[in-house]
């Protein structure tokens, strides 16, 4: 043993139970292409299993933000790990691509064995729920950093789309529709704003919800968010897709413009979708003004594909077979712009 580096506030000792707790999670993720074991310098992936004639690679990278101060304060830590994954998946499946890998790395005060294993049994049951394998990742023990309670997880990944597939947003013309997919919840933005809210109100994490139930505030907020990958990737193969929005930071504002070319806009009618009562209970504790809502949290859509009106109905139903909630919201104008048109 590394006494001399355990005295400094890192235990190697913990980090090889570590590896040795993970690696059943690891493996039930593997899929096909997947090569290597865990503990290798670097993660593998066989690219030619696929068959893609033209494969153009899409990564993306993220983290949970302050959603994990909320973990922190539940001591839970098993659902925070799909959020890391999610955030990634999500995005590259809004160019149209399927992931295959993901690693994640998680840093912290106290290597903590059995908190560790937790938070990467929640990232391989999101890779398990994205069907994209997990390759590879690092633990980190930093204390001085970092509190012996606290942590930080970002996630990678990595996904393919034939090149003649690639959604870019080029084909999104006015008239288009919106079909919306509901989230779970807020999932994992807006969150500083949301601990601002619980504070000031002098709410308490453990708090009973009476809309939710009587669940507790902590474990409603701590929701995962949605994977939607394998129900749109569904979509994209039937379906002629022209984009599609990841909703996420800046809700409908920043995130759905993103798909739009020059002198096109946004119309989405409130109503066309069910707001979660989380949105309403935090709009009302916060005395946040309506319209800002919609500019701030997802407001109960994770996803929006755009695609020409014929093919709506298709679309939704293609959803509506995996369990999802999904609706025409709005449409492609030709005025520049996110017009949220009030109930």
Same mark, same amino acid.
């Given at each position: 043993?590394?006494?001399?580096?355990?005295?400094?506030?890192?235990?190697?000792?913990?980090?090889?139970?570590?590896?040795?707790?993970?690696?059943?999670?690891?493996?039930?993720?593997?899929?096909?292409?997947?090569?290597?074991?865990?503990?290798?310098?670097?993660?593998?992936?066989?690219?030619?299993?696929?068959?893609?004639?033209?494969? &153009?690679?899409? #990564? !993306?990278?993220?983290?949970? %933000?302050?959603? /994990?101060?909320?973990?922190?304060?539940? @001591?839970?830590?098993?659902?925070?790990?799909?959020?890391?994954?999610?955030?990634?998946?999500?995005?590259?499946?809004?160019?149209?691509?399927?992931?295959?890998?993901?690693?994640?790395?998680?840093?912290?005060?106290?290597?903590?064995?059995?908190?560790?294993?937790?938070?990467?049994?929640?990232?391989?049951?999101?890779?398990?729920?994205?069907?994209?394998?997990?390759?590879?990742?690092?633990?980190?023990?930093?204390?001085?950093?970092?509190?012996?309670?606290?942590?930080?997880?970002?996630?990678?990944?990595?996904?393919?789309?034939?090149?003649?597939?690639?959604?870019?947003?080029?084909?999104?013309?006015?008239?288009?529709?919106?079909?919306? &997919?509901?989230? #779970? !919840?807020?999932?994992?933005? %807006?969150?500083? /704003?949301?601990?601002?809210?619980?504070? @000031?109100?002098?709410?308490?994490?453990?708090?009973?919800?009476?809309?939710?139930?009587?669940?507790?505030?902590?474990?409603?907020?701590?929701?995962?968010?949605?994977?939607?990958?394998?129900?749109?990737?569904?979509?994209?193969?039937?379906?002629?897709?022209?984009?599609?929005?990841?909703?996420?930071?800046?809700?409908?504002?920043?995130?759905?413009?993103?798909?739009?070319?020059?002198?096109?806009?946004?119309?989405?009618?409130?109503?066309?979708?069910?707001?979660?009562?989380?949105?309403?209970?935090?709009?009302?504790?916060?005395?946040?003004?309506?319209?800002?809502?919609?500019?701030?949290?997802?407001?109960?859509?994770?996803?929006?594909? &755009?695609?020409?009106?014929?093919?709506?109905?298709?679309?939704?139903?293609?959803?509506?077979?995996?369990?999802?909630?999904?609706?025409?919201?709005?449409?492609?104008?030709?005025?520049?712009?996110?017009?949220?048109?009030?109930?």
């Amino acid at each position: 043993m590394a006494k001399t580096y355990e005295n400094a506030g890192v235990n190697l000792e913990a980090g090889y139970e570590v590896v040795r707790r993970i690696k059943q999670h690891v493996a039930s993720t593997a899929r096909e292409g997947s090569m290597g074991n865990i503990g290798s310098f670097g993660g593998m992936f066989d690219l030619s299993a696929l068959g893609i004639r033209e494969p &153009v690679l899409v #990564s !993306g990278t993220d983290g949970v %933000g302050t959603k /994990l101060k909320i973990a922190f304060a539940m @001591d839970k830590h098993d659902t925070i790990g799909i959020d890391a994954v999610a955030m990634c998946v999500n995005d590259v499946l809004a160019q149209g691509a399927e992931p295959l890998i993901f690693l994640d790395y998680v840093a912290l005060g106290h290597n903590v064995p059995e908190k560790v294993e937790a938070i990467v049994a929640g990232v391989a049951e999101g890779c398990r729920q994205a069907g994209c394998a997990l390759v590879g990742g690092e633990t980190a023990e930093m204390p001085g950093m970092y509190s012996n309670d606290e942590y930080d997880i970002a996630g990678y990944t990595t996904g393919v789309v034939e090149k003649s597939k690639l959604i870019d947003g080029t084909k999104v013309k006015v008239g288009d529709v919106l079909v919306g &997919v509901a989230s #779970s !919840g807020i999932h994992s933005n %807006g969150f500083s /704003l949301v601990r601002k809210i619980v504070t @000031d109100a002098r709410l308490s994490y453990f708090d009973s919800i009476d809309e939710f139930g009587g669940r507790l505030l902590g474990d409603v907020l701590l929701t995962p968010t949605k994977i939607y990958v394998k129900q749109m990737l569904d979509v994209i193969r039937q379906c002629d897709v022209h984009g599609i929005c990841h909703i996420t930071g800046g809700g409908f504002d920043e995130n759905i413009p993103r798909v739009l070319r020059e002198g096109q806009g946004i119309e989405v009618r409130e109503g066309s979708w069910e707001i979660l009562p989380i949105f309403r209970l935090l709009e009302k504790w916060g005395g946040v003004p309506h319209r800002e809502m919609f500019n701030i949290f997802n407001m109960g859509i994770g996803m929006v594909a &755009v695609l020409d009106e014929a093919e709506a109905a298709k679309a939704i139903a293609i959803l509506e077979s995996h369990d999802e909630k999904a609706s025409v919201i709005g449409r492609v104008t030709d005025t520049p712009g996110v017009n949220i048109i009030m109930e």
